[in-house]
């Protein structure tokens, strides 16, 4: 006997269970947001006029074994955010805890991220940080604007984990190198 898959639920025509109820202010939602431990990374990519271009993220997550595919968020507001949604090929670096100082620059606007940075171009001409964790390198295939970040999807076109070390972990708005991994 085989079951039978249920239908869709139609959610459009579903009650809506908190109606009447105030959404979450933006205290409450970075707060609650703020407990979910991440990873750290830096994506990287080449502007139109060849410069490196880099970002602190900790938006990274998988998507898809088969295809290969992963997904990071880019604000509206970040310097970078034309860069990153125009970009045919990006590289996202997995940081290890030694990396902090790194993380930080890179999240810092006004400063020269690469100066005394040690890196190279890959084939697509993207920059590559030395000394990640682990490292993706994407074609940009697909891009979904939600609220106020556009949702990047990449196709691994190859990755490989060159650093040692323990990872870089953000939690409650903090970086975190030391932990019991």
């Not at 670096?93 to 030694?98: D, K």
């Not at 940075?117 to 697509?124: G, I, L, S, Y």
Request: glycine share 10%.
């Amino acid at each position: 006997m085989t079951a039978t898959p249920a239908a869709p639920t139609d959610v459009t025509q579903a009650p809506e269970p908190f109606q009447g109820v105030p959404p979450p202010t933006l205290a409450e939602l970075k707060g609650a947001l703020g407990r979910f431990a991440t990873g750290v990374t830096i994506v990287t990519a080449s502007g139109a006029d060849g410069e490196p271009v880099g970002i602190t993220a900790n938006s990274f997550n998988s998507v898809s074994l088969s295809p290969a595919l992963v997904l990071w968020s880019v604000a509206h507001t970040a310097g970078s955010f034309a860069v990153f949604t125009q970009a045919r090929h990006y590289a996202i670096h997995v940081l290890s805890a030694e990396q902090r100082p790194l993380a930080e620059r890179f999240a810092t606007r006004g400063v020269d991220r690469w100066a005394g940075v040690r890196w190279h171009r890959n084939e697509a001409g993207v920059p590559i940080l030395d000394g990640a964790l682990a490292l993706f390198e994407c074609r940009s295939r697909s891009q979904y604007p939600e609220g106020d970040h556009v949702i990047l999807v990449g196709e691994v076109e190859r990755c490989s984990q060159p650093g040692q070390g323990g990872p870089l972990l953000y939690h409650g708005g903090r970086f975190y190198t030391e932990h019991p991994l």
